[in-house]
């Protein structure tokens, strides 16, 4: 995992519920990103950032929100909007441009019941 | 549509024989592929990179090949150990975003 940080590793919470995951990161790096897991689907990207204060919608941003406000964090809000909202959350960094890994936090695991 | 398509069913493998995934891809011109080992629960590591200039790619056990043409991607795990039981996920990069193909789970029986 690296020194990427998410908390919590299990989250909680009531439909209609605006709820913010926690992403950190040690690693310096410009990049980062935010997907979802379902069972048996691959990672779908919602959010990612190139840079502090500009961030870019991924294939399903509906529903969610992010901020870039410093270059260690890139928290993800999970509106109520969002219909099904129950799923596993990774976060990743990247060093920046060109054809590097992608490095993952442990996840969140958010139930919305 | 564009599309990544991994097994969906478990390979079942006894070990100390060579395990082997396939990632086929459609609509993507990928500048490079990735890809990453996941356990239950858990974040995706990295293994193996290889652009789309290269035909092949070896770490240790692990080998990659990358056939731009067919859109496929084949990986090799030879020798395979129970500790190699998990689910591997390929990846096509570009545009400083991965997509990410389902993933196939690996059982590697002692």
């Known amino acids: 995992d690296g020194g990427i940080t998410q908390s919590p590793k299990y989250l909680f919470r009531k439909e209609g519920q605006n709820v913010t995951l926690s992403c950190e990161q040690n690693?310096?790096?410009?990049?980062m990103y935010w997907y979802r897991q379902d069972p048996g689907q691959g990672l779908r990207l919602i959010y990612y950032?190139?840079?502090?204060?500009?961030?870019q919608k991924g294939d399903i941003a509906e529903g969610y929100s992010v901020s870039r406000e410093k270059k260690e964090s890139f928290p993800l809000t999970v509106t109520s909007a969002q219909k099904n909202p129950t799923a596993f959350y990774l976060c990743a960094t990247h060093p920046g441009q060109g054809a590097y890994e992608q490095y993952f936090g442990p996840g969140t695991r958010l139930t919305v019941t | 549509s564009q599309k990544i398509e991994q097994n969906s069913e478990a390979l079942n493998i006894q070990e100390g024989k060579t395990a082997t995934l396939t990632c086929n891809y459609t609509n993507y011109s990928p500048a490079y592929l990735q890809w990453y080992r996941q356990d239950p629960g858990r974040g995706p590591v990295f293994l193996l990179l290889i652009r789309e200039n290269e035909k092949e790619k070896r770490k240790e056990r692990l080998k990659v090949t990358f056939d731009t043409t067919l859109k496929q991607s084949l990986f090799h795990i030879t020798a395979s150990q129970p500790a190699d039981s998990a689910t591997y996920l390929c990846a096509l990069g570009g545009n400083n975003r991965l997509a990410f193909g389902k993933g196939n789970q690996v059982v590697v029986i002692p």
């Open positions: 690693l310096n790096h410009d990049a």
């Open positions: 950032s190139q840079i502090v204060n500009d961030f």
